[in-house]
T-cell receptor
């Protein structure tokens, strides 16, 4: 079974600075999807970024980018120019490409943004 | 439009009550999910409906009863709940290819905060 680990329960960053959240996973599959979701105190889970394992190029969405290291099974999220609205719980998630398989979530990292 | 809506936002119920949670999406997604989330924890999968058929039940107690009346709607009927069932209940949907192999992003609703007294 796949597992997802986020080794940083809490992190903080100064406004306008850059922060990197770590995620590692364990799988024997060669093709899969990885996601970062953000859950602010308003509680809605919002997709931040998505990566397909067969693509070597790292995904980017505006201020959010990932460092996907397939051999190391690492999928870190970099937030540039941090904003107060980035404060949230961030969950890393894995999904197999096999039909019927579902998300495996990591335990989450709580990010605080300091003004 | 990537919106999933859930009603009500908050629900307080006694252990003998019967209530229902509702989820709706109009993205044409064919898979819908119920998750339970405790504070500071990741969501835990409860049920999956694929093409309006229950495909996964993660050993959820029978006091939770899901229903998928059509491809846009998902209900969760609650009866005789326990205080430990108090949590945030999240609905999600995704576009699944019934032919197998193609998965997609799950889009989540804002959740229903359930308190059982």
């Amino acid at each position: 079974a796949q597992t997802v680990t986020q080794s940083q329960p809490e992190m903080s960053v100064q406004e306008a600075e850059t922060v990197t959240l770590s995620c590692t996973y364990d799988t024997s599959e060669s093709d899969y999807y990885l996601f970062w979701y953000k859950q602010p105190p308003s509680r809605q889970m919002i997709l931040v970024i998505r990566q397909e394992a067969y693509k070597q190029q790292n995904a980017t969405e505006n201020r959010f980018s990932v460092n996907f290291q397939k051999a190391a099974k690492s999928f870190s999220l970099k937030i540039s120019d941090s904003q107060l609205g980035d404060a949230a719980m961030y969950f890393c998630a894995y999904r197999s490409t096999f039909y019927g398989q579902n998300f495996v979530f990591g335990p989450g990292t709580r990010l605080s943004v300091l003004p | 439009d990537t919106e999933v809506t859930q009603t009500p936002k908050h629900l307080v119920m006694g252990m003998t009550n019967k209530k229902s949670l509702k989820c709706e999406q109009h993205m044409g997604h064919r898979a819908m999910y119920w998750y339970k989330q405790k504070a500071k924890k990741p969501p835990e999968l409860m049920f999956v409906y694929s093409y309006e058929k229950l495909s996964i039940n993660e050993s959820v107690p029978s006091r939770f009863s899901p229903e998928c009346p059509n491809s846009s709607l998902l209900n969760l009927h609650l009866h005789a709940l326990q205080p430990e069932d108090s949590a945030l209940y999240l609905c999600a949907s995704s576009q699944e290819n019934g032919g197998g192999g193609l998965t997609d992003t799950q889009y989540f609703g804002p959740g229903t905060r359930l308190t059982v007294l």
